[in-house]
């Protein structure tokens, strides 16, 4: 159940069953995080109900992912914390602010520039997998709100 979980219900399996690599697999989390952002959207849900559904995530990712980290690993396939993190990104957003949101979060994983992404990721177990993609959401987060404010 955990590892089905921490792979966002598997979608963080199929880039290793469709080309050998789990290279890709925190993309597949990240569009699940970005899919529920849309369905939350389309059913109009107010921006608090956004902000459960991501920390309820991020709780979820904690729980989930832990058997997983042993010796500080962060398993390829494992994609719960991206879908955290995007939904994290997606607080409060539509239009261009959410697409910024979107795209803004899952490049400030990807490259750990950003102030505080990298040395989030190294913490230790659960945490370190989370923190990094939550942060990075709310880096996304943040500039989804500046476009939307222009």
């Known amino acids: 159940m955990r590892r089905i979980l921490s792979a966002s219900l598997g979608l963080g399996l199929l880039p290793r069953r469709w080309r050998g690599s ?27 109900v956004t902000a459960l559904v991501a920390a309820a995530l991020t709780g979820l990712s904690l729980w989930a992912v832990q ?25 409060g957003l539509g239009g261009w602010g959410w697409v910024a949101a979107v795209i803004v979060a899952r490049l400030a994983d990807i490259f750990k520039v950003l102030p ?26 943040a500039v989804g709100w500046i476009v939307t404010a222009l």
């Open 22 to 48: 789990d290279s890709g697999a925190g993309t597949m989390g990240a569009l699940l995080g970005a899919g529920i952002g849309l369905l939350l959207l389309a059913v109009e849900s107010p921006w608090w």
């Open 116 to 141: 505080g992404i990298a040395a989030a990721e190294r913490l230790p177990g659960a945490i370190g997998v989370t923190a990094d993609d939550v942060l990075a959401g709310l880096y996304g987060l």
């Open 67 to 91: 058997p997983f980290t042993a010796d500080g690993a962060d398993p390829g396939w494992v994609c719960l914390d991206e879908t955290a993190g995007t939904v994290v990104a997606l607080v």
